[in-house]
């Protein structure tokens, strides 16, 4: 079974603090993705990678960066957090390829006050 | 105008009837068509993909019109446990690895 892990389910920062999500996937996968998902918009996607030190912006990458230094791990990072980043992030994994299933993380519950 | 439309819902249905969702989307580029389910409080998993020729799944049956830009989900014989959200997905033949997903049809099947 994949399995795609995200280090937190829940977390509490304040405005302007520095704020890393990390998710690991353990099926040797090339392509890993980030998203948050609000009420009523859905999954959007702030950043991918297809490879290790490599990465494209999403649709929406404002306010977000990410670091991929080995394959298994993937991060996104807040440089100054805002409370219109509260939100949930799901974190995802694919094999190489354009059309591969995504499995998903539990996804990390952030709050930003 | 949003990529990949649904009506939010909820649709709210007895067990053993049966229910439709469709979703619409925007960009006729669109090659690769996909249904996830996702659970309350869970994270989104694959249900089925969609074939051009349309494609069943048990008690599940999903369709493409690429003339309408538009899919369907089908679900016979409604069971308490297919209650979750429903998402449409898409993706575009842009080497693109990413999906872009509609917001969800909540399905609640009752008693």
């Known amino acids: 079974d994949v399995k795609v892990t995200q280090s937190s389910r829940y977390l509490v920062k304040r405005t302007g603090e520095k704020v890393f999500l990390e998710c690991v996937q353990d099926m040797d996968h090339e392509n890993m993705f980030w998203y948050r998902q609000d009420p009523g918009l859905g999954l959007r996607l702030i950043y991918f990678?297809?490879?290790?030190?490599?990465?494209e912006k999403g649709d929406i990458p404002e306010g977000y960066s990410v670091s991929r230094e080995k394959k298994e791990r993937f991060s996104l990072i807040l440089e100054s957090a805002s409370t219109n980043q509260t939100s949930m992030y799901l974190c995802a994994s694919s094999l190489s390829g354009t059309y591969n299933e995504q499995f998903f993380g539990p996804g990390t519950r952030l709050t930003v006050l | 105008r949003k990529e990949v439309e649904q009506d939010p819902g909820p649709f709210n249905v007895p067990e053993g009837a049966t229910v439709a969702f469709n979703c619409t989307y925007s960009?006729?580029?669109?090659?690769?068509f996909f249904w996830y389910r996702q659970d309350c409080r869970k994270e989104p998993k694959l249900l089925m993909s969609v074939y051009s020729s349309g494609n069943e799944d048990g008690r599940f049956t999903a369709q493409l019109n690429r003339a309408s830009q538009y899919i369907s989900l089908l679900i016979r014989d409604s069971k308490l446990s297919d209650s979750a959200t429903y998402l449409c997905v898409v993706t575009e033949d842009t080497g693109r690895r990413a999906l872009t997903f509609g917001s969800g049809t909540r399905l609640q099947v009752q008693p």
């Open positions: 990678s297809y490879d290790v030190k490599m990465k």
């Open positions: 960009n006729s580029a669109s090659q690769s």
